[in-house]
């Protein structure tokens, strides 16, 4: 087993973090944020050296990054424990998510619930810090008051489905996701049977196609800032009255001009912005 790793920069990973997802061919391919070292990696494995060199050929003929790419054999052994080694639980009050091979000495407290994962390669773990800053306002949301059994909740650009299957914890239970990625959707589903959550409704597709005209209560959208605002008026208009937008996937040095972007429109009572290292999101609160 053969490992292809480089470093990248914030903007970088944001670059490659696209092309994995949009691009065919990229299957051998994971990204991660190491909280640690406050670094983002690139990692392709490989079960020869040959297909590790022409797997590096053809991410260097989709993007130049700064770092050479670097090829090292791998025992199978050391790829398990170094896959592992990047997805540490974590807690948000009483939600945990937390890698599946640990279910069985992960202590979880009376009355807390978990979000169960087996990452998939090129998917997400919920480690990205603008993940995190969606799950704070999920919570957020839950806590003001909302009837989760009547809120109906959107995940735009769901991924791995970790936001849609944290809301199913959470006690929501209309619940829609969707992603243009093909194998993004696949990955959410078999996540939402490992978690044993069913109801949550997983679709291929784009916004156009995902959103509602009926709107949500709660629509969750990380996504990259430019396709935000190329797409405010869809979202906004897909927001039920009173219903809460949380968007997010936003560099901070963004997050002002998407923020005073969808506040133009004079439809909100209330916006909030929160930051989490590089990160940042929004919260929009329509009126009734």
């Known amino acids: 087993m053969f490992e292809v790793k480089t470093k990248l920069t914030r903007n970088e990973f944001e670059i490659v973090e696209n092309l994995i997802f949009e691009s065919e061919g990229m299957e051998h391919w994971n990204l991660y944020e190491n909280f640690d070292d406050k670094g983002f990696w690139a990692q392709g494995v490989y079960d020869t050296e040959e297909e590790a060199i022409a797997g590096k050929a053809e991410f260097e003929g989709l ?5 050479e790419l670097k090829i090292a054999e791998l025992e199978d052994k050391d790829w398990k424990e170094s896959y592992k080694e990047h997805f540490k639980p974590w807690a948000i009050g009483e939600l945990h998510w937390a890698p599946l091979w640990l279910k ?38 839950k806590e003001s008051g909302r009837d989760a059994n009547m809120c109906r909740l959107t995940d735009a650009g769901c991924g791995s489905g970790i936001l849609a299957i944290s809301a199913a914890k959470l006690a929501f239970e209309q619940i829609v996701g969707f992603d ?26 784009g916004l156009e196609d995902g959103l509602s005209s009926e709107g949500a209560d709660c629509l969750l959208a990380n996504i990259l800032a430019n396709i935000l605002v190329q797409n405010s008026k869809l979202l906004i208009e897909s927001v039920a009255p009173g219903g809460w937008l949380i968007l997010s ?9 998407v923020a005073d972007h969808f506040c133009q429109t004079e439809c909100w009572t209330n916006a909030q912005i929160d930051r989490l290292d590089e990160w940042a999101s929004v919260r929009l609160e329509k009126a009734e």
Not at 63 to 67: M, Y
Not at 181 to 205: L, P, Q, W
Not at 249 to 257: A, P, Q, R, S
């Open 63 to 67: 993007v130049q990054v700064a770092e």
């Open 249 to 257: 996937g936003i560099l901070g040095t963004e997050i002002e001009e």
């Open 104 to 141: 069985d000495e992960y202590e979880l407290p009376a009355g807390h619930e978990a979000v169960w994962l087996d990452p998939g390669m090129a998917f997400g773990t919920g480690n990205h810090g603008t993940t995190r800053l969606c799950v704070e306002q999920l919570i957020a949301f």
């Open 180 to 205: 243009i990625d093909g194998d993004a959707v696949r990955i959410a589903e078999e996540n939402a049977k490992i978690n044993g959550v069913s109801g949550i409704r997983f679709s291929v597709g």
